[in-house]
């Protein structure tokens, strides 16, 4: 099942401290981010403000989560999901006032993708 949510912002992950993204590592809760998508096996969410970005394994299940971004200025990435903690944090400095767009994609241990969601965009800096 996938799931794209907006989340009203209550706080932000920016709030674990800056050590602790730059460890790339947190126990950051999902419902602090602007903007998180869902399938069956993996959460990913973004903070607008602080650029950050959040992904989880939810599932014992022998997939990996891979959550990829690109902004609509041309710079992209992605990360996978290490298994080291419940939730794993990267913070980037991204542009202002230009939209990042981020998906979750499973890979099996063949390296195969087996399923995803589509493209979220959300603004960045807001």
Known sequence: MRKTTRRASVGT?????????AALTTAAPASAA????????A??????????FALSDTQVDGL??????????????EFVFS???????????????????FRIVLIDGSGDVVDGTSWQGAPIGV
């Open 13 to 21: 992950l920016a709030t674990v401290g800056l050590a602790a993204a």
């Open 64 to 77: 990996t989560p891979i959550l990829q971004w690109e902004t609509e200025y041309g710079r992209a990435g």
């Open 43 to 52: 959460t990913a969410c973004f903070e607008s403000d602080g650029d950050i």
């Open 83 to 101: 298994g080291s903690s419940t939730w794993e944090v990267r913070n980037y400095n991204l542009a202002e006032q230009y939209d990042v767009y």
């Open 34 to 41: 602007d903007y998180c998508l869902e399938v069956e096996a």
